[in-house]
């Protein structure tokens, strides 16, 4: 059996190393609980994400030139000392293909997790875990990534949204006594969220939590859907509506609130684990709370402050998907490249044609992009940056929609051998599917992403037109905001990228700056046409969001790759002209999206969409027979 010791005693004699240098609090410790909470952001400061100020019209770049360099000597050191043992647990201890046909993770497996310490990465050292930051961890999670998803989701349950709760929004009390539990104490942790019914509409979950007459108690009644990881943990991060009373008017209310539950309350049961597509060994049940008594100092943040704890746990855990994906991706496209080079087809190589150059040279690019925006998010997150949600929406949505576009062409490329089970691919296939449904379905990340920039532009261009009916008090706004629009409008004082980029990309910041200027202008004019009602042009919304996408990936590639001419990195060439590549694609279609916004034909064409989905609808069915008229 592959043993671990000499592994932990050198993770503790780093954790002594950076104790000795002064980080010793669970605050100074865990990077992540003091730069993830974007709900902490001073209102008063300006915004500083790139895609928030992309919606109005302004360049903000100080989230994006030049790319993060997080990571400080020693923290470098501790991330290569984790990278060999992580390796040899996924060749040597852990079997993925084993995992998928019994649905199980034997005890062995589980057992050299922990002692791996890959499912404490975040749990600051004191309190037994690696006190890892986020850049640290998206090293791991890609590694993991590359060999088994079921079982990296299964980490990842437990160490981001089933621990990241507490490490947040935790009291110190909490801390103390939960996070040793989640470590050294090898008990998992969950996250209790969706209900039947709700899916996306987290707000209305219907579980109830209600004080005991006595005040020390809630009593806790409601079922949980999906939770995963819910058959191993004994410990969950679970939400429910509580009365609340408005000081002011006396009101009483339900709103959402967060509470620390553990198993051993009584009360909370599950049945068997769901059945999945893909994803096996990574259990997911459901979770019925049958009057379980949960103490007031359980109660997670404030009463009240639930439906923002929820959502912010999402937002720091999203980039982590990305890291598990660009895993996957990376072990596709190794799989493919393999297969190309070295299978003959009509007295040449596969590589050798022009169609299976074109694939394998966008798999590349589409994992480059990928994997720049994972460590762009992690990484300014790790240099404290507050504003990333918007960000960490983009990744999730980009990095799960690359990886099955990967996957499905390394499969393709394979030919009948990436459909056999002995290929590896197909699993990796099934595994990524639900990845575009969980942590925020995408559809759902399109309108909040459209619809959070286009709140904050509104605000903007309001403000600009309360200034113009006062423009000799309000000269300072008028100059600021007005400037820019009307420059745009005619042609001048156009978004430059060039001064920040490598000379080889100079083309390609081009071909950004003026997608930004064209989606700027599409915004306004959106906002102008439609006013309040822009949340119910849902056609247009997802080409808005499709827009930012593809600019705030365009943006962070140019960063990455500038990054890697500058150090003059190995594959450096590589790098430039992928994102010479993606450039050209991403503004290509940034402009057809315009123009599918804009366009009166495409406005007739949604219409007909909406009375064919409706008449489907109403049909339960297509409604209309085969040719024959015999069904």
Not at 182 to 203: C, I, K, M, Q, W
Not at 237 to 258: C, H, L, P, Y
Not at 285 to 304: A, R, S
Not at 582 to 610: L, P, T
């Amino acid at each position: 059996m592959f043993r671990f010791k000499p592994i932990i005693r050198d993770r503790w004699n780093t954790v002594n190393s950076l104790m000795r240098h002064g980080v010793s609090s669970v605050q100074e410790t865990s990077i992540l609980a003091r730069a993830s909470s974007s709900a902490v952001r001073d209102s008063r400061r300006p915004n500083r994400s790139f895609l928030m100020n992309l919606f109005g019209g302004k360049l903000q770049t100080s989230e994006l030139f030049p790319y993060p360099e997080p990571l400080d000597g020693e923290q470098k050191e501790y991330a290569r000392a984790l990278v060999d043992p992580v390796h040899k647990f996924f060749t040597e201890v852990n079997d993925a293909t084993r995992n998928d046909d019994t649905s199980h993770v034997d005890s062995r497996t589980i057992d050299a997790l922990w002692d791996l310490g890959l499912l404490s990465v975040y749990v600051p050292p004191e309190l037994g875990g690696l006190g890892l930051c986020n850049v640290q961890s998206v090293l791991m999670a890609e590694i993991s990534g590359s060999y088994d998803l079921a079982l990296s989701l299964l980490i990842g349950a437990h160490k981001s949204i089933g621990t990241k709760g507490i490490l947040l929004y935790g009291s110190e009390q909490q801390k103390q006594k939960y996070l040793p539990m989640l470590s050294t104490g090898r008990v998992f942790g969950a996250f209790a969220l969706t209900e039947p019914g709700t899916g996306s509409d987290a707000a209305s979950i219907k579980t109830k939590a209600v004080l005991s007459p006595c005040g020390k108690y809630y009593t806790m009644n409601g079922t949980k859907l999906w939770i995963s990881g819910g058959g191993l943990a004994d410990i969950f991060t679970t939400f429910a509506q509580v009365e609340t009373i408005d000081t002011r008017t006396g009101e009483k209310r339900n709103k959402m609130s967060a509470f620390i539950v553990e198993r051993s309350f009584g009360g909370v049961s599950g049945p068997v684990p769901e059945d999945k597509m893909g994803l096996k060994c990574s259990v997911t049940n459901e979770l019925f709370l049958d009057d379980v008594q949960v103490p007031v100092e359980n109660v997670l943040g404030e009463v009240g402050g639930g439906f923002k704890i929820a959502v912010s746990i999402l937002n720091s855990g999203r980039y982590g998907l990305g890291a598990m994906l660009s895993g996957t991706m990376k072990a596709c496209i190794e799989r493919a490249a393999i297969h190309v080079s070295d299978r003959v087809q009509f007295g040449r190589k596969l590589i050798e044609f022009e169609n299976v150059q074109e694939k394998l040279g966008l798999m590349a690019t589409h994992h480059y992009v990928a994997q720049s925006l994972t460590y762009m998010v992690s990484g300014n997150m790790d240099r404290g940056s507050v504003d990333f949600h918007l960000e960490a929406a983009v990744s999730k949505v980009f990095c799960t929609e690359a990886a099955w576009y990967v996957c499905d062409e390394a499969i393709q490329l394979l030919g009948g051998n990436g459909f056999m089970k002995s290929g590896g691919l197909e699993r990796f296939l099934r595994d990524i599917r639900v990845f575009r449904i969980f942590e925020g379905a995408n559809d759902v990340l399109r309108m909040f992403i459209a619809l959070t920039g286009i709140r904050s532009a509104g605000k903007d261009l309001g403000e600009l037109q309360r200034a113009l009916k006062n423009p000799l008090g309000s000269m300072g706004v008028i100059l600021a905001e007005g400037s820019k629009r009307v420059g745009r409008s005619v042609g001048l004082g156009g978004t430059e990228l060039r001064p920040f980029v490598a000379s080889e990309l100079q083309n390609a910041a081009k071909q950004c700056g003026e997608s930004i200027d064209a989606f700027s202008n599409t915004v306004e004019s959106l906002l102008r046409a439609h006013g309040k009602g822009i949340t119910e042009r849902q056609f247009q919304l997802a080409r808005v969001a499709d827009c930012a996408i593809d600019i705030y990936s365009m943006a962070t590639v140019l960063s990455r790759a500038t990054r890697a001419a500058r150090l003059n990195l190995p594959l450096a060439e590589q790098e430039l002209l992928m994102t010479q590549i993606w450039c050209k694609e991403a503004s290509d279609r940034v402009h057809r999206n315009i123009n599918r916004i804009q366009s009166g034909s495409f406005k007739e064409n949604y219409r007909r969409m909406a009375v064919v989905a409706k008449h489907i609808s109403s049909q339960r069915g297509i409604g209309f027979t085969n040719p024959l008229e015999i069904d």
